[in-house]
């Protein structure tokens, strides 16, 4: 049972990139996924949470406009599309599988490894 998140880079500030989160192991369509970030020296923080049916998204007021995920027809995968980034968007980003949608991060239960993205000019 894991997630694989993939999908970072470098970026320019005011550019776009998408993320993409994939299962193995169970239905990724039976959990709610959340997508979180840490900067190096802050805490890990909730950037955004899809709903089972992906008709919902709970969104951080940081990335709110911003940000929006989707799950994709297969339901094999959960994409976070990143738009307008800033250097503050920096960091490393991991999805995460749970019952309910919190930016809490002991509300799931198992991680992806993460993916690094760097937004800089």
């Known amino acids: 049972v894991q997630l694989q998140a993939s999908g970072g880079g470098l970026v320019q500030p005011g550019g776009s990139l998408r993320l993409s989160c994939t299962a193995s192991?169970?239905?990724?369509?039976?959990?709610?996924i959340g997508w979180f970030r840490q900067a190096p020296g802050k805490e890990r923080e909730g950037v955004l949470c899809i709903s089972t049916s992906g008709l919902r998204i709970y969104y951080a007021d940081s990335v709110k406009g911003r940000f929006t995920a989707s799950r994709d027809k297969d339901k094999t995968t959960v994409y976070l599309q990143m738009n307008s980034l800033k250097p503050g968007d920096t960091a490393v980003y991991y999805c995460a599988r749970g019952d309910v949608c919190s930016g809490g991060v002991s509300s799931y239960d198992i991680w992806g490894q993460g993916t690094q993205v760097t937004v800089s000019s």
């Open positions: 192991g169970f239905t990724l369509d039976y959990y709610m």
